[in-house]
């Protein structure tokens, strides 16, 4: 392949931030997001081209002769070099995953820029807002075509700042900011153990390159020569702490907090961002760098535990929350994690095959399913003016396609057969048993928590008791087409995902995977679901005391869910009753009366003698043969009483 359309990929979102951003107010709202969009769209297509060439074409650059999909680097430049061997390079690295998250992210974009035409009209701001998503998707390219995992950790930090940016867009608004600054700081703490990840990893491989550590994950164990820091390897801590800045991104327990304030941004850009392509990032650092995680169970048990959480936890919130950018936000939080158990749950004496393509088969449906309700809820509120479900109800009759649209997704992410979400949590489900029975029952009763709370959602917004809108002044209606063309787009995408031969092409360690059903498991998980949607039918398809009779029976979980079990309130705890009083504050005082006191009694003390002595250079010449006079004369009295004793 030649290194153009590679280059193109990441040349094209970086020239439309540097054009739109210095000379979008030149030109019209229109103008700037037309520019927008075609630029993200002709990436769509050297996206597509790449992938299709990558995954069809044959070429002996990217298949051997056994049929085994290779790693291919196009090309890579040296950037820094510390020693012979360890040398920070900027490639394009061409493989699998990296094939398939090109293909997530453009199409992603592509339909984020389509629905901003619609869904940002008239905003103040508009070409900044344009800019800001070329940025973003540059960014998250770079990131997933990285060769190395320092290229990844520049591009990570650019997703973090691009991110920043799309929160904080709405910048006079003060939970926008403060959101934006809450997102930055908590992923910039996970970024920090990420770095250190890094370094130990580096000192002790040599090595930045991902072929290089994962085309022999041994040798990687065998660098560190058996050292151990605290009764954990050196390579355990290693990639705990890269794990760290996957947490970060991803929002897993305990770094999740950013995640469900974030919803301050554009909702485009929830989608964009915090559905489909950021937060998927975590994942992906894993499955990058996964056989080398098989060489410790260790740090993939960590990975499991706290996945299982996350994933329990986000769904039983989800199941309370009003705001339906927030329920879409925890359930978000709750699928990444179910991503994060699959990849935790392999093992190399089970199939480590079964974990990893069920990890990166549910990123790539998820996306388009999530992504899909994101868009459809940023129409919902177009329509309403609210977040809030309370202020919605009987929407079918006013938005049909909408209405279609959103239960497509529903279906999708409850694993409702034959919707795409079906196969992939399947696939997740069976390495989770493969693994242990008790990870197997546990993410089963999270997916079906999953169908519960997206059909609790779906009823209150399109079957529950209808508002009087005309009262309001406003009737409902469906966006225009560059807002429902997306959402008619991703619905398809939704139902035909899971027939596509995924294992096939996106391959495990080269190999090709043959994902199949298990029966037993499927028909398990559907009944789960089937049976926790028929709950949330009788509960939520027509207004009634149900739901309120069983709230009140278990006030307090229900209340500790709804405040999202005080995760917020116990940092705020910690940062300001601990850290402001108990560190902070004794070291500021420390600093202005110890170290500024004393810096500041040198400067009284020299001030106060340059004015005794100030007279002395007083400019007079008198003064100065006066002083010198009287100095001669003192010099010599001294001088006669020394020869004199």
Not at 26 to 38: C, E, F, N, P, V
Not at 366 to 394: C, E, P, Q, R, W
Request: proline residues 3%.
């Amino acid at each position: 392949m030649d290194q153009i359309t590679p280059l193109l990929i990441l040349a094209l979102p970086l020239c439309m931030f540097l054009f739109l951003g210095l000379a979008g107010n030149k030109m019209s709202h229109k103008m700037a997001g037309i520019l927008g969009t075609l630029g993200m769209g002709v990436t769509l297509i050297l996206a597509y081209s790449t992938a299709f060439t990558y995954f069809f074409s044959g070429n002996p650059d990217f298949i051997d002769a056994a049929g085994n999909r290779l790693q291919s680097v196009i090309f890579d430049f040296t950037w820094l070099e510390f020693t012979e061997n360890l040398v920070i390079k900027l490639g394009f690295l061409l493989d699998p995953i990296s094939a398939m998250m090109l293909v997530v992210i453009t199409t992603i974009s592509f339909m984020v820029h389509l629905y901003s035409l619609g869904y940002m009209h008239g905003e103040k701001g508009f070409q900044r807002y344009y800019a800001f998503l070329s940025l973003f998707s540059f960014s998250m390219l770079g990131l997933v075509v990285a060769t190395n995992i320092f290229q990844m950790y520049i591009f990570w930090e650019l997703v973090g700042a691009s991110s920043y940016l799309l929160i904080g867009f709405y910048y006079t608004k003060p939970s926008a900011v403060s959101a934006s600054k809450k997102a930055f700081i908590v992923t910039r703490f996970a970024d920090l153990g990420f770095l250190i990840g890094i370094l130990i990893l580096s000192f002790f491989t040599e090595t930045f390159n991902f072929i290089d550590m994962t085309s022999a994950p041994e040798n990687v164990l065998a660098s560190t020569g058996g050292a151990t820091f605290m009764g954990a390897s050196v390579l355990t801590w290693a990639l705990v702490l890269i794990f760290m800045g996957g947490m970060g991104k991803s929002a897993m327990m305990p770094l999740h907090i950013w995640l469900p304030d974030a919803m301050e941004g554009p909702t485009p850009v929830s989608a964009l961002i915090h559905a489909a392509t950021m937060v998927v990032a975590g994942v992906y650092l894993v499955a990058r760098m996964f056989p080398v995680y098989l060489m410790e169970e260790a740090a993939l048990t960590i990975v499991t535990v706290v996945g299982a959480l996350t994933a329990l936890y986000a769904a039983i919130v989800a199941c309370t929350q009003v705001d339906i950018k927030r329920v879409l936000a925890f359930s978000t939080i709750s699928q990444i994690a179910f991503m994060m158990v699959a990849l935790g749950v392999a093992r190399p004496e089970i199939h480590e095959g079964v974990g990893y393509m069920a990890s990166m088969f549910h990123l790539f449906t998820h996306a388009m399913f999530k992504a899909l309700l994101f868009l459809g809820a940023g129409a919902l509120i177009h329509a309403v003016h609210s977040n809030d479900y309370t202020a919605m109800g009987g929407l079918r009759k006013y938005m049909p396609i909408t209405h279609i649209t959103f239960l497509i997704g529903c279906l999708a992410i409850a694993g409702i057969p034959p919707f795409a979400g079906f196969f992939s949590k399947d696939e997740i489900l069976v390495a989770a048993f493969e693994n242990n029975m008790l990870w197997g029952l546990w993410m089963t009763a999270v997916a079906g928590l999953t169908a519960f709370y997206m059909f609790r959602l779906y009823y209150r917004i399109f079957w529950w008791n209808t508002p009087d809108y005309e009262k309001h002044g406003h009737v409902p209606h469906d966006a225009p087409w560059t807002m429902t063309l997306p959402l008619i787009i991703l619905a398809t995408v939704s139902i035909v995902a899971g027939f596509i031969p995924f294992g096939e092409l996106v391959t495990w360690n080269r190999e090709a995977y043959h994902i199949h059903l298990n029966w037993t498991v499927a028909t398990t998980s559907v009944l789960v679901a089937v049976v926790a949607i028929l709950i949330a039918t009788v509960m939520y398809r027509k207004e009634n005391a149900i739901s309120d009779k069983i709230a009140n029976s278990v006030k307090g979980l229900w209340t500790a869910a709804y405040n999202r079990f005080y995760f917020d309130e116990l940092y705020i705890f910690i940062t300001h009753k601990i850290i402001f009083n108990l560190v902070s504050r004794p070291i500021a005082w420390f600093d202005r009366h110890i170290i500024d006191g004393t810096m500041d009694m040198f400067a009284t003390m020299a001030h106060k003698a340059s004015g005794a002595i100030k007279g002395l250079q007083s400019g007079s010449i008198q003064t100065y043969v006066l002083v010198y006079l009287l100095g001669a004369l003192l010099l010599g009295v001294v001088t006669v009483v020394c020869v004199m004793l």
